[in-house]
């Protein structure tokens, strides 16, 4: 990757936690906390000591060793960010509620604790507390930001220690052409308009297992998914996970129970990230957003816990290990009011300035959309799209639009 | 305790004084990086670009610290772990990059704490000495480096939605 590509994917992802933290400070946290909203400020610093290292580089009279350090260090410091703002996750008063964190404050109070604390709820067996320092980081790097300095400042005004733990670093998609096949390979066959013959090819310790099922559904395989999504416009964002869950569960009571025996078994033996590919007949329905809803499985949407992807056979029957460069194409909607997606905005803005990407109209139907996607118009502009839904392991290219 | 979606509620608390470290993979702390980029810069002489006594400041505070993990190790505390978080956390971090490389660490360690103590001072530092230091920190962050690019990437669902 040459250092300008490489600085403007770290720019991006800079830019995306500007966003998100502009979005977090927009929340409502329980009681007021000011914790919630320093943690933001020292985010805000690290991503502004980024930005500042992506400047240097970009300077005609830095040499290109250096530059290209700088590029590493600012993509480190963004992954410092990305673990803060996880930290977040659950402050808020959506998530939880102050009739909660009010009695917890005056408990804390009570016992005469000074610190600046911050209240969180999440999936764990017990309650937790957790200490952070990150003093060394901050008087550490170089060229820290003054709004780091400052973050930094706030918090020892108050003798406060303000740490993190763990790592979670967001990853550029790869494409590897010459990477291992799935363990598990599903054919879907279309059995007239509502019923489906499933086949799969698991590769297991010691050699291959193969299986079938069928399913009937109610209604078509384009109207079963459909039933599926209908609420997502309307979605709002606290209950966007809920609601997807109740999906995923959806999907895996209609897949086959031969299939979900299977699953349960594959787990045992493949453990629980083995990757998966589906090649069905069928363009419409997710499969890949199943959520096993098994006791003590622990296991989430496919596609959280497995490399998975999906290729419509019907669609494209060649199966492909490399892709035509083509045109970048932004298809934002501009959607007014309450459905109004600013983040969406300001990413596409920065994809058509940064990446010179052609800003598109975003009223294409479905059927229009897949006609690019699918190239059939004979416009190259549709490999630029495919390149980015197949790069994104995203569905397939009726979800695009 | 459970809110009325049957979620835990945990607490999180800045603690006021209470030093500890922060629980980051070394290969991804940015700022152990610097220090020790900067800190080799200083020991050839060269000026950093924010000031040779924060530098050595932060050096030194590592390096003490994995010094003193180092003897009370030896010392066959069983609770240093606990006690000391900073320290074992410090030694372990030398341990970990450099067991293969130096016969008897420990000692190492402690040469270069003195070494950099007197370097503080601005006092006159033989050659050899710096050179000792100058090889200890380099081979640490070379270790750093490689780890950091030979770390497979994350998976997907590593991304919290």
């Known amino acids: ?401 | 305790m459970l809110d009325g979606g049957n979620r835990m509620v945990p607490l999180y608390v800045w603690p006021r004084g209470d030093v500890m470290r922060f629980e980051m993979e070394p290969s991804q702390d940015l700022g152990l990086r610097h220090v020790l980029r900067n800190g080799i810069s200083v020991l050839q002489g060269i000026e950093p670009p924010h000031g040779r006594e924060r530098v050595l400041h932060g050096l030194l505070e590592i390096v003490s610290d994995a010094d003193r993990g180092a003897d009370v190790l030896n010392a066959q505390n069983l609770t240093f772990a606990l006690d000391n978080k900073p320290a074992f956390e410090r030694f372990s971090l030398f341990v970990r990059y450099l067991s293969d490389a130096f016969t008897d660490l420990p000692a190492r360690l402690a040469e270069a704490k003195t070494t950099l103590t007197r370097v503080e001072a601005g006092e006159n530092v033989g050659a050899e000495d710096v050179r000792q230091v100058n090889e200890l920190l380099t081979m640490l962050l070379e270790a750093l480096e490689r780890e950091r690019s030979l770390t497979p990437l994350p998976t997907m669902r590593d991304y919290n939605f």
Not at chain 1, 26 to 39: D, I
Not at chain 1, 295 to 313: E, I, K, M, V, Y
Request: glycine content about 8%.
């Open chain 1, 1 to 401: 990757m040459s250092i300008e590509s490489a600085r403007q994917s770290s720019a991006f992802f800079l830019a995306r936690l500007e966003a998100e933290v502009a979005r977090l400070r927009s929340l409502t946290y329980p009681g007021h906390h000011p914790g919630p909203g320093m943690w933001l400020d020292l985010v805000s610093g690290l991503v502004d000591t980024g930005k500042g290292y992506l400047t240097k580089a970009a300077d005609p009279a830095v040499q290109d060793g250096d530059a290209s350090l700088l590029v590493k260090d600012s993509e480190m410091i963004a992954n410092h960010a990305y673990i803060l703002l996880q930290k977040l996750d659950g402050t808020d008063a959506d998530q939880i509620p102050h009739q909660i964190v009010g009695p917890f404050q005056r408990w804390v109070d009570g016992l005469g604790i000074g610190n600046t604390i911050f209240f969180r709820a999440d999936h764990v067996a017990n309650y937790e507390l957790a200490r952070f320092d990150l003093r060394a980081l901050v008087n550490n790097v170089n060229d820290a930001s003054q709004s780091l300095v400052d973050a930094a400042e706030a918090t020892a005004i108050e003798g406060d220690i303000v740490s993190s733990p763990s790592e979670a670093p967001a990853a550029p998609v790869r494409v590897m052409p010459d990477a291992a096949g799935p363990s598990v390979t599903v054919m879907i066959f279309c059995n007239g308009d509502a019923s489906q013959r499933w086949s799969w090819q698991t590769v297991v310790p010691g050699g291959t297992a193969r299986g079938t099922g069928t399913i009937s559904l109610d209604s078509s395989h384009r109207m079963f998914a459909e039933s599926l999504l209908r609420a997502c416009p309307d979605m709002k964002p606290e209950s966007f996970r809920r609601t997807m869950r109740g999906v995923g569960e959806q999907l895996w009571r209609a897949a086959p129970s031969e299939f979900r025996d299977a699953y349960v078994t594959w787990r045992g033996l493949l453990g629980s990230n083995f990757p998966i590919q589906f090649v069905t007949e069928d363009p419409h329905i997710p499969w890949e957003m199943m959520r096993p809803d098994v006791n003590g499985l622990g296991a989430d949407h496919l596609f959280f816990n497995h490399p998975t992807s999906r290729w419509p056979l019907s669609r494209a029957p060649l199966m492909r290990n490399s892709i035509p460069q083509g045109d970048v194409l932004s298809f934002v909607p501009d959607y007014n009011g309450p459905k109004a997606l600013p983040s969406a905005k300001i990413e596409g803005a920065w994809v058509v300035s940064a990446l010179g990407a052609q800003q598109m109209e975003a009223k294409a139907t479905r059927g229009v959309t897949s006609h690019i996607v699918d190239n059939r118009s004979g416009d190259s502009r549709g490999d630029g799209l495919r390149k980015c839904t197949e790069d994104c392991l995203i569905r397939k290219p009726d979800e695009v639009s």
